[in-house]
Nanobody, 115 residues
Framework: QVQLVESGGGLVQPGGSLRLVCAAS????????MGWYRQAPGKQRELVAR???????IHADSVRGRFAISRDVAKNTVYLQMSSLKPEDTAVYYC?????????WGQGTRVLVSS
């Protein structure tokens, strides 16, 4: 069973940047898509970015131009570079395959954008 461990979250001021890291216990190349999801307080979890096994990326409208997903297949790692952060980006961020598998959800990493 694949284990996904997210890290890199924290408290950041509006306009700041963070890089999230998702470390997988086995090769991520087998997944057609890997993605970053987020769940804000009181809201449903949403997909914010995905990357294909060939490196093709798709970003949600709400983060396009500010966030960038990437991966290092050799390290079984997926990244989410976040910049120009806004208070509405505050959420717990998770990685998972796309579509997600219930067994793969990790603890997530919390991002708080606040002054």
């Amino acid at each position: 069973q694949v284990q996904l461990v997210e890290s890199g979250g924290g408290l950041v001021q509006p306009g700041g940047s963070l890089r999230l890291v998702c470390a997988a216990s086995e090769s991520i190349f087998s997944f057609n898509f890997m993605g970053w999801y987020r769940q804000a307080p009181g809201k449903q979890r949403e997909l914010v970015a995905r990357i294909s096994s060939s490196g093709y990326t798709i970003h949600a409208d709400s983060v396009r131009g500010r966030f960038a997903i990437s991966r290092d297949v050799a390290k079984n790692t997926v990244y989410l570079q976040m910049s120009s952060l806004k208070p509405e980006d505050t959420a717990v961020y998770y990685c998972n395959s796309v579509p997600p598998k219930d067994d793969y959800w990790g603890q997530g990493t919390r991002v708080l954008v606040s002054s």
